[in-house]
């Protein structure tokens, strides 16, 4: 019944809330002569948020936005070398060993036995297909699809690109937002894997996620196990 | 014979090139004050180019490249106000208006009704994304591909995903690095249509060129005739 199987990557597959919060860790120590903790990581969501429109996801957004966020918090005042300092935290994430979740490798190598395998997630097209190369898992995955917004339509339009219909597959994401809830609206299926750490940008009211009927896993390794039960249940 | 017709999008379809030199003008005016006009150029050149392998291409990489130049011709004596004079070049580069080039939409509009249309082209994804919905000829084109490399073995991709052959599969370009040399090695056709200011990092020794034998046009608009008579020929 199920044909494809699609991941998500970004704390999905690999780990990579971490790297944002290490970071914005380290900036918000770079600027604590200036500021509070708190009040730098509150101006620098609201700056990233605001800058979603004009940049999109991804590390080059987010240091652009730790940059714009650094001059108006210290109101010009703010170094040179400590733009510069910014500017290394960005190379630094680019280059960052893609870590893979516990588990993520052996699931993902069973799973290709018996499916067809998609990663499709949303980002920077250079970062993610380097991440992707350097997580030794590509040659598992039939095609791998960078996409700007996760919509009903985004999904349906990948599904159709690839010859399956939307009721023989299935999605696996660490969002409810843009792994589950799209899919289910377009007809397909889906399981939530909650990463330990959430992203703020990512999170859904409990009273629009009780709306929808989704399958939910505590680790990727339960994935195969659940698709068999939900083929039996049909 | 030919049955998709697939084009590059910046200076191909509209104006790119203008953009970054004209951006590239007000950087070396912003700095003015620090060193000689040509001198800053040649730093920001030099600093875009080792950056491709960590940014990619596109508009923010080249606002991170900008920055990373300023701070070090300046030994980080910038200013956090002329910083963020570059991160405003940055918005107004990425909200300019898109500029198709002439005959581009009409010769589009005619291609359509006999072949099937591709738009493949390097670059940052939600750029590009946001520049071709902006272009209005969106709907014309029945896939484009953003792709992070434009070599032999991307072209046959491509083709392969929409179900044509190389042989029927025509590119149409202003880099002979990116969108001629490289789809004739693949085996398809590709024609020539070089922009009034080639692109610096994509020029290609007249020695390289030579040995390949591709089609050259003027403008866009002679492109129809062109692929009939190579179909007249055949």
Tied chains: 1, 2.
Excluded: C
Excluded at 13 to 19: D, F, G, I, V
Aim: hydrophobic share 40%.
């Amino acid at each position: 019944m199920i044909k494809t199987v699609a991941f998500d990557a970004d704390d999905t597959l690999w780990h990579n809330e971490p790297l944002y919060s290490e970071t914005t860790e380290r900036f918000r120590r770079l600027l604590s002569a200036y500021h509070s903790p708190q009040w730098i990581g509150e101006r620098l969501y609201e700056t990233e948020t605001r800058n979603l429109q004009h940049y999109g996801y991804g590390i080059k957004s987010f240091t652009l936005s730790m940059i714009e966020t650094a001059i108006e918090l210290t109101e010009g005042r703010i170094k040179g070398s400590e733009i510069q300092e910014i500017l290394r935290f960005a190379k630094e994430m680019l280059q960052a060993p893609v870590r893979l979740l516990d588990h993520a490798a052996e699931t993902v190598k069973r799973l290709a036995e018996s499916y067809e395998l998609m990663i499709i997630t949303k980002g920077d097209l250079f970062d993610q297909e380097s991440k992707v190369a350097r997580s030794g898992l590509g040659d598992y995955f039939a095609a791998v699809e960078i996409v700007t917004e996760k919509d009903p339509q985004t999904y349906r339009a990948v599904a159709s690109k690839s010859g399956v219909e939307m009721r023989e597959f299935l999605m696996v994401g660490d969002s409810l937002k843009s792994d589950v809830l799209p899919v289910l609206e377009a007809g397909g299926h889906a399981i939530y894997v909650p990463y330990a750490t959430p992203w703020q940008h990512e999170t859904v009211p409990a009273e629009v996620a009780s709306r929808y009927d989704f399958m939910r896993a505590g680790s990727i390794r339960e994935i195969p196990g659940i698709i068999e039960e939900l083929a039996a249940a049909n």
